[in-house]
């Protein structure tokens, strides 16, 4: 498994600043956040191909470009229209960047609340971007995320179905499905199978009230709850049975750090980074052996 650091961590310095701070730590890649100051469909093509030379000289790859358009579930025509024309754009950063999957956003609201014609809209559209997507031998990414159309395994096959295309896949989010209340460990692995495409962690326990620093409140089937973010073993997501799982289907794709807990940047994603290899050393799989 290979090792990435999610620019969006260092969204506070340039994309040169946090490539510089990733390749430091020892990751073995940058997943890029689809934001200024690092990259949009705002962003020249020089630009662009700056950033490509910058990964080279650091040698950083860039596995995915994290991209926050679409949306289409609950968007008008015109809205819709728009985001398909920006994914365009980023379809092209992502083809000078060497970059195999862009992340898209499905779309609200919560699986629980959605009406098929939500799940039909975004499919259409997806479908769109998934057709675009292969000019450049570029997958989709769909993140398993709370608030969304997807947040389980099952709604996200739902979607995947009806899109019905072999280059989109899902992010398997620990956290996010901690949030949702829904299987994180080996059942949601086995569950996704070929579909699983790239993996994020990140940590998050439940909290009495939002207000302090890494603080949120979020809509689940629970009713509103509050969340903190946290550095991995310090909240409430046990990552350890993904981590089990993952070796057990020899996953060998990227996983990405994107810790958001209340830390200075560079520390905290030195510290996830070192939690994720001491449990990847210490990976078992369902006979209870030990994998060296």
């Given at each position: 498994?290979?090792?990435?650091?999610f620019?969006?961590?260092?969204?506070?310095?340039s994309?040169?600043?946090?490539m510089?701070?990733?390749k430091?730590?020892?990751?073995?890649?940058?997943?890029?956040?689809?934001?200024?100051?690092?990259?949009?469909?705002?962003?020249?093509?020089?630009?662009?191909?700056?950033?490509?030379?910058?990964?080279?000289?650091?040698h950083l790859?860039?596995?995915?470009?994290?991209?926050?358009?679409?949306?289409?579930s609950?968007?008008?025509d015109?809205?819709?229209?728009?985001?398909?024309?920006?994914?365009?754009?980023?379809?092209?950063?992502?083809?000078?960047?060497?970059?195999?999957?862009?992340?898209?956003?499905?779309?609200?609201?919560?699986?629980?609340?959605?009406?098929?014609?939500?799940?039909?809209?975004a499919?259409?559209?997806l479908?769109k971007c998934?057709?675009?997507?292969?000019?450049?031998?570029?997958?989709i990414?769909?993140?398993?995320?709370?608030?969304?159309?997807?947040?389980?395994?099952?709604?996200?096959?739902?979607?995947?179905n009806?899109?019905?295309?072999?280059?989109?896949?899902?992010i398997?989010?620990?956290?996010?499905?901690?949030?949702?209340?829904?299987?994180?460990?080996?059942?949601?692995?086995?569950g996704l199978?070929?579909?699983?495409?790239?993996?994020?962690?990140k940590?998050e326990?439940?909290?009495?009230?939002?207000?302090?620093?890494?603080?949120f409140?979020?809509?689940?089937?629970?009713?509103?709850?509050?969340?903190?973010?946290?550095r991995?073993?310090?909240?409430?997501?046990?990552?350890?049975?993904?981590?089990?799982?993952?070796?057990?289907?020899?996953?060998?794709?990227?996983?990405?750090?994107?810790?958001?807990?209340?830390?200075?940047?560079?520390?905290r994603?030195?510290?996830?980074?070192?939690k994720?290899?001491?449990?990847?050393?210490?990976?078992?799989v369902?006979?209870?052996?030990?994998?060296?």
């Open positions: 498994m290979k090792i990435a650091a620019s969006g961590v260092f969204l506070d310095y994309i040169h600043q946090a510089e701070y990733t430091e730590l020892g990751f073995d890649g940058i997943e890029i956040a689809c934001k200024e100051p690092h990259l949009s469909i705002e962003t020249s093509r020089q630009r662009v191909e700056e950033i490509k030379t910058l990964s080279k000289a650091f790859k860039i596995p995915a470009l994290a991209g926050y358009l679409g949306w289409f609950t968007s008008s015109n809205e819709c229209e728009k985001s398909f024309a920006e994914f365009q754009q980023i379809v092209e950063w992502a083809n000078i960047l060497e970059s195999d999957m862009i992340r898209v956003f499905q779309g609200g609201p919560n699986a629980f609340l959605a009406a098929d014609y939500h799940y039909e809209k499919a259409y559209w479908k998934a057709g675009k997507a292969k000019e450049y031998n570029k997958k990414v769909l993140e398993i995320h709370n608030m969304s159309l997807v947040e389980t395994v099952e709604s996200g096959l739902k979607l995947l009806m899109i019905n295309e072999e280059n989109v896949g899902l398997h989010d620990a956290g996010n499905m901690y949030i949702t209340d829904t299987d994180y460990g080996r059942d949601s692995v086995m199978g070929r579909h699983l495409f790239h993996v994020h962690v940590d326990k439940r909290v009495d009230k939002a207000g302090a620093p890494g603080t409140s979020n809509l689940t089937k629970h009713g509103e709850e509050k969340f903190l973010q946290c991995l073993d310090e909240g409430e997501v046990n990552h350890q049975p993904l981590f089990d799982a993952l070796k057990e289907v020899g996953y060998d794709k990227w996983i990405t750090l994107e810790c958001a807990a209340p830390h200075p940047p560079k520390e994603l030195a510290y996830d980074l070192k994720v290899k001491q449990m990847l050393e210490n990976v078992t369902t006979n209870n052996q030990t994998v060296n």
